[in-house]
């Protein structure tokens, strides 16, 4: 987009929730722990099962087709995926690294256990998800001919977006997810439409717990921006400075997640952005909003509905 600078990458899996359907799903309560230990094996299985099959993703009008290759050894987590739009982008990664290949030339990012690129759509810390979601372990389905379980999470207010995901019965890969409006319309889908599986170790992933991860109070309060309008459930995760990409000023960037997804504000002198554009524009479910705010471009980036980040970017302030 270019008010921000830099490409933001599709590979996210994130309904709003009307007051009348929450009873039934309130009803699903009692197996909250069943329905979590599915979503640990899916968050698992994605890096743990070995695997290659070609999969389509729609968003808007959009619909993009890429082959997947994953495998997981002694060495860890390694796989690649290349579009079938005739371009010379390949991705590969190996653990946290991830190389972008453009014809002979690569890029090089590093990222976190928190990359999300189908079928690595959860986080490994799944233990605030019962508070922002209502969990739901539905029917059986066959998708790319594999017997899936089904998983819905539902928010439990209208200001993020409701998830359903078609999870392997027996390696519990995820084959299929979508992203659901208000209306459970189709804001975005991932389908595998061919796929093989090689290898997973399903009775691992059962028993495994990722360590719990703290950042310290310091790293977290000490700020002088202030964000007063956050959904219900999202706290703050980082707050770094950092280069903008085709810019040559610093911005401030405070990353917030609910456990499933995530909201980010930039912040930017304005002095150094004065053709910047302003306004909304949405890629599948994620929604970008800019605006002016006295000496400073306020940028909202987040996989939530668009009322969501206006409300988020109308309530940034400083302290000072």
Not at 79 to 89: A, M
Request: aromatic fraction near 6%; glycine fraction near 6%; charged fraction near 20%.
């Amino acid at each position: 987009m270019k008010s921000m600078g830099f490409k933001i990458a599709k590979s996210r899996i994130t309904v709003s929730l009307a007051l009348l359907c929450t009873a039934a799903f309130a009803m699903a309560d009692p197996s909250r722990q069943v329905n979590l230990e599915w979503l640990h094996t899916i968050a698992l299985a994605a890096h743990q099962t070995n695997y290659s099959g070609t999969f389509v993703h729609q968003y808007g009008n959009r619909l993009e087709t890429s082959n997947v290759t994953h495998v997981f050894d002694q060495n860890g987590d390694q796989g690649k995926l290349k579009k079938q739009d005739g371009s010379d982008c390949e991705v590969t990664h190996n653990n946290s690294e991830i190389l972008c290949y453009i014809g002979k030339k690569a890029a090089k990012r590093r990222f976190g256990s928190d990359r999300k690129v189908f079928p690595v759509l959860l986080p490994e810390q799944l233990a605030t998800l019962n508070d922002n979601y209502l969990i739901r372990v539905g029917e059986s389905a066959n998708v790319a001919g594999f017997d899936t379980q089904i998983v819905e999470l539902r928010p439990k207010d209208n200001l993020r977006y409701s998830h359903k995901m078609w999870a392997h019965k027996d390696s519990g890969l995820l084959l299929k997810a979508a992203v659901l409006s208000d209306r459970q319309e189709v804001v975005e889908q991932y389908t595998f439409v061919q796929l093989k599986i090689t290898g997973s170790n399903k009775q691992a992933r059962m028993v495994t717990k990722p360590p719990v991860t703290q950042q310290t109070s310091a790293t977290l309060s000490d700020s002088v921006w202030k964000v007063d309008a956050l959904p219900v459930g999202f706290k703050k995760i980082t707050e770094l400075r950092r280069p903008m990409r085709g810019k040559k000023g610093m911005a401030t960037q405070l990353v917030f997640s609910d456990g499933l997804v995530g909201i980010s504000v930039f912040i930017e002198s304005r002095a150094d952005n004065p053709d910047s554009a302003l306004g909304l524009s949405s890629e599948g479910a994620i929604h970008i909003y800019s605006k002016l705010s006295g000496d400073y471009l306020v940028t909202v980036v987040g996989e939530v509905p668009p009322s969501t980040v206006l409300q988020v970017a109308d309530s940034v302030r400083n302290r000072g």
